[in-house]
């Protein structure tokens, strides 16, 4: 059974456009919504995340909405750069950290060309 | 967040020998530690929950005996792939949680096993 699913699972866009991917989940007790970035040969990084108290968090050129409701969420990178092409993962877990486990997406492959 | 040490980034061994992965949380004590694998082009699977001064928690389908974990300390967590084969051969990532500021992951280790 797959908790968080996320679409598109790839995605091109043209330098200083938007970006946007999508993640739906399932469990109501989830409670701590992070999305992480990842380069080729690397470890996940952690770029933003959102609690279900707040419907959008924004932090530079990158935004969280979220809609507990639909229990759906979304990143939005504004003026995409070819430096953000990467691989995003939307995630879930009750609670934020400690010994609550996340639960990922699939993933998407984001390339922004020059 | 915190600040996750893995070692080593890369490794190659022989088929039917051991391996060591280390993972260290250099500014956090961390009761619980998490390792992940992933397959190219895939997303982080969990494989289990470390546990300081306890047994690890493995998740379904991942083989105790093959993927032992040790948390002997507060900042020490290791993933060690016993009589490797080349089906193991992957990307190992452990993360660290904590309550405010989310997980943070490690760098990596790229296992081949030939």
């Known amino acids: 059974q797959q908790q968080v699913k996320q679409s598109p699972q790839s995605l091109i866009v043209q330098k200083g456009g938007i970006s946007i991917i999508n993640c739906a989940y399932e469990?109501?007790?989830?409670?701590?919504f992070p999305w992480y970035q990842q380069f080729p040969g690397k470890g996940p990084a952690l770029l933003i995340a959102i609690r279900p108290d707040v419907s959008e968090k924004k932090e530079g050129r990158f935004t969280i909405s979220f809609n507990k409701s639909a229990k759906q969420f979304s990143l939005h990178i504004m003026d995409s750069q070819p430096g953000d092409s990467a691989t995003y993962f939307c995630?879930?877990?009750?609670?934020?950290?400690?010994?609550?486990?996340?639960?990922f997406g699939k993933g998407t492959l984001l390339t922004v060309n020059p | 967040g915190a600040v996750v040490s893995q070692h080593p980034s890369r490794v190659i061994c022989k088929s039917g020998t051991s391996v060591k992965i280390e993972c260290r949380s250099l500014?956090?004590?961390?009761?619980?530690m998490f390792w992940y694998r992933q397959f190219p082009k895939q997303s982080l699977m969990l494989m289990a929950t470390?546990?300081?001064?306890?047994?690890?928690?493995?998740e379904q389908g991942v083989e105790k005996d093959k993927f032992l974990i040790n948390h002997a300390s507060l900042t020490l967590s290791t993933l060690t792939v016993t009589s490797a084969h080349p089906e193991d051969s992957s990307f190992y990532i452990c993360s660290v949680g904590q309550a405010r500021n989310g997980y943070t992951f490690g760098s990596g280790t790229r296992l081949t096993v030939v």
């Open positions: 500014d956090f004590q961390a009761t619980t």
């Open positions: 470390s546990n300081e001064g306890s047994k690890a928690t493995y």
């Open positions: 995630a879930a877990s009750k609670g934020g950290g400690s010994n609550y486990k996340l639960t």
């Open positions: 469990n109501t007790a989830f409670d701590y």
